[in-house]
């Protein structure tokens, strides 16, 4: 598994921190375009949002550049019992590391967060994911990372979802919060595979790899610092700390 994972994430190490020491040797004062780490900020609530029911547990599906980061984050939300990393928008058939990763099969890397809602509302989960989670102005990219698979796109379970999502977005244009237009893709009617093994709880178990260090290391302090009510110290895990590489 650790060839397999060699193989496909080369980048995710050495992008962003060859291009800052090419850079820093020639003596340029340029650098790689700022992680959603960097560019996080305090939003307001969303003004709709899912009325309290007798749900004891609702899901949200959402995608913001690498699931690594994402689902760190996630997993620090209190309220959250489960983030798991996967694919959505494309066939069960291609939904593997690999293939995804072609940027070819219509996947993008996304969460399924599994969620109390009599402890966090959908329309939170949707503040952390525009204010935390990711830059949605960006387009099929985060960070160092390029292509359809790294897009930004929520992926509604239901029509009420779809609608709160609509909703919020257009708040946030509306009070031109990120000076940019928000560019999330919301995408209904599609399903959620889970991804290889290897990528569940990769933040925290990995929490010395460049680029979790660079892009996604800040997204977890963010959340603390901008919305602390929101944050909790100790991350839900998948469970696969033991999991071979």
């Not at 379970?157 to 031109?176: F, G, M, S, T, W």
Request: hydrophobic share 40%; with cysteine; net charge negative.
């Amino acid at each position: 598994m650790a060839e397999k994972l060699k193989r496909s994430t080369p980048w995710r190490i050495g992008a962003a921190a060859t291009f800052a020491a090419l850079a820093l040797a020639a003596g340029l004062e340029i650098g790689p375009r700022a992680s959603a780490g960097e560019t996080a900020r305090a939003l307001p609530p969303a003004a709709v949002d899912e009325q309290p029911g007798a749900a004891k547990s609702e899901v949200a599906v959402l995608a913001g550049g690498c699931f690594w980061g994402v689902q760190g984050v996630f997993q620090h939300v209190d309220g959250v019992t489960s983030a798991v990393s996967g694919y959505a928008g494309g066939r069960e058939s291609t939904a593997h590391y690999d293939w995804v990763s072609t940027g070819t099969t219509g996947h993008a890397e996304s969460v399924k967060v599994t969620f109390d809602p009599s402890k966090v509302s959908y329309g939170h989960i949707l503040q952390v994911y525009f204010s935390v989670a990711h830059d949605p102005t960006e387009i099929n990219r985060q960070g160092p990372d390029e292509g359809t698979q790294y897009r930004s796109a929520i992926f509604p379970v239901n029509d009420e979802q779809a609608r709160i999502a609509k909703a919020y977005i257009a708040q946030l244009d509306a009070a031109h919060v990120f000076g940019r237009e928000i560019a999330t893709k919301i995408e209904p009617d599609k399903t959620f595979f889970p991804a290889e093994a290897y990528h569940q709880d990769y933040l925290t178990r990995h929490p010395t790899y460049p680029y979790i260090v660079y892009n996604d290391l800040p997204k977890i302090e963010n959340l603390r610092r901008i919305a602390p009510e929101l944050y909790r110290a100790d991350p839900v895990l998948v469970g696969t700390a033991d999991a071979t590489e």
